[in-house]
């Protein structure tokens, strides 16, 4: 079992609509918790980062964290075809020699 | 700003031939990485620099090495390419290892015949 676990999709959504993304992850251990946007042919770039449970917000966009269900979420509101990406979770803890955990990415698509 | 530089774009290359790709950032950052990325397997992590003149096995390391060139510079070498490391190859900086977000360039395309 992967440590992190995202539905690959696609995701299809309408523009305008209200998107919701999400991860599950296996290890409690976690506390910082990401979400890049990947463009087709582009590599990552950070979107959101949170520290341990809660909400936070950007914009358009916020980021849930649920650590006792181990599930965080990405929100989308009136979602834009410019929107239209692989968005990837990924989660760290703190320690010796650990790095960031990837989850394999859902793919979103907003149409016009 | 340039941010982190890949290159090459795309290659292909033979079974066995050997390939080196070259990475550089321009942030002042300490740390760098090569990842590879497969449909379906996400981010995997190959080597990783958590300072100039140190590097450090990642995930999946057998059939790579690197070097940490200088502050700006990580390069990633296959010494004799195989059809299972056609994959896309991405380098990624940070000031430092841990919870600090990654910077990531666009990607090297590589595939193996």
């Known amino acids: 079992q992967k440590e992190v676990e995202q539905d690959p999709g696609p995701l299809s959504v309408p523009e305008g609509a209200i998107v919701s993304l999400n991860c599950t992850y296996s290890?409690?251990?976690?506390?910082?918790f990401m979400w890049y946007r990947q463009y087709s042919r582009k590599g990552p770039e950070l979107l959101m980062y949170?520290?341990?449970?809660g909400n936070k917000e950007d914009g358009r966009f916020t980021a849930q964290v649920d650590k006792s269900s181990k599930y965080i979420s990405l929100f989308i509101r009136d979602s834009q075809p410019s929107d239209s990406a692989t968005y990837l979770c990924?989660?760290?803890?703190?320690?010796?020699?650990?790095?960031?955990?990837f989850g394999g990415g859902t793919r979103l698509m907003v149409k016009p | 700003n340039a941010g982190v530089t890949q290159t090459p774009k795309f290659q292909v290359l033979k079974t066995g031939q050997s390939m080196t790709l070259q990475c550089a950032q321009d942030?002042?950052?300490?740390?760098m990485y090569w990842y590879r990325q497969d449909p379906g397997m996400g981010l995997r992590l190959i080597y990783y620099?958590?300072?100039?003149?140190?590097?450090d096995k990642g995930e999946v390391p057998n059939g790579y090495n690197v070097s940490r060139l200088n502050k700006r510079e990580f390069s990633l070498r296959l010494e004799s390419a195989a059809p299972s490391q056609t994959s896309v190859y991405f380098c990624?900086?940070?000031?430092?290892?841990?919870?600090?977000?990654?910077?990531f360039g666009d990607g090297t395309r590589l595939s193996i015949l």
């Open positions: 990624a900086s940070s000031e430092m290892v841990g919870n600090q977000p990654q910077h």
């Open positions: 290890n409690s251990a976690f506390q910082y």
């Open positions: 949170t520290y341990s449970s």
């Open positions: 990924a989660t760290f803890y703190n320690n010796a020699g650990n790095m960031l955990t």
């Open positions: 942030m002042n950052h300490n740390s």
């Open positions: 620099s958590a300072s100039e003149g140190t590097t």
